[in-house]
T-cell receptor
């Protein structure tokens, strides 16, 4: 299956600063890369996704970039707010199976 | 978006007993559903693929006799943890993509299993 690596494992930023989380994947045939936000004890919530035919996608304060050649993709959160604090997971998808990264615990300090 | 409902949300059982977890797609059909397990402070690990009308396929290292999966209809998959032990305590979560569409996966709310 797909092997997805994610870093950093923890990230602390000051409110208003930007946060960047990076992932790499192994399967060059993967073409869908979602990012999920998970709050403690709750289900993952999709926050943004990107398909392999585009290099960047933006939704308000959140953006994702994809480099298919290098097989890596990144999540960018600008103007962070305390409510952005959560665990974020990237994933690679093959045949609707999702292989998740190890997660990044983001802490936004007020 | 589509809704996936998982039941129960929490369950406590004694060692040696079996526990059944249900995953339902409420407003769409799902020929395939996926079961994940998440240990505290860890990532979601794919356990198995539940296929409507056929046998489930399991990821490497997952015991098929311990984690029984049945996909009885296009809207229901069940995961039964048999002869549960404390090390099976975890957060189990299902997901279902919409049939015949390459879209995001929709996750159930998860089941917190505690084996005592």
């Amino acid at each position: 299956g797909e092997n997805v690596e994610q870093h950093p494992s923890t990230l602390s930023v000051q409110e208003g600063d930007s946060a960047v989380i990076k992932c790499t994947y192994s399967d060059s045939a993967s073409n869908y890369f979602p990012w999920y936000k998970q709050e403690l004890g709750k289900r993952p919530q999709l926050i943004i996704d990107i398909r392999s035919n585009v290099g960047e996608k933006k939704d308000q304060r959140i953006a994702v970039t994809l480099n298919k050649t290098a097989k890596h993709f990144s999540l960018h959160i600008t103007e962070t707010q305390p409510e952005d604090s959560a665990v974020y997971f990237c994933a690679g998808e093959r045949f609707n199976k999702f292989y998740f990264g190890s997660g990044t615990k983001l802490n936004v300090k007020p | 978006g589509a809704v996936v409902s998982q039941h129960p949300s929490r369950v406590i059982c004694k060692s040696g007993t079996s526990v059944k977890i249900e995953c339902r797609s409420l407003d769409f059909q799902a020929t395939t559903m996926f079961w994940y397990r998440q240990f505290p402070k860890q990532s979601l690990m794919l356990m198995a693929t539940s296929n409507e009308g056929s046998k489930a396929t399991y990821e490497q290292g997952v015991e098929k006799d311990k984690f029984l999966i049945n996909h009885a209809s296009l809207t229901l998959s069940t995961l039964t943890v048999t002869s549960a032990h404390p090390e099976d305590s975890s957060f189990y979560i299902c997901s279902a993509p919409q049939a015949y569409r390459n879209t995001e996966a929709f996750f159930g709310q998860g089941t917190r299993l505690t084996v005592v």
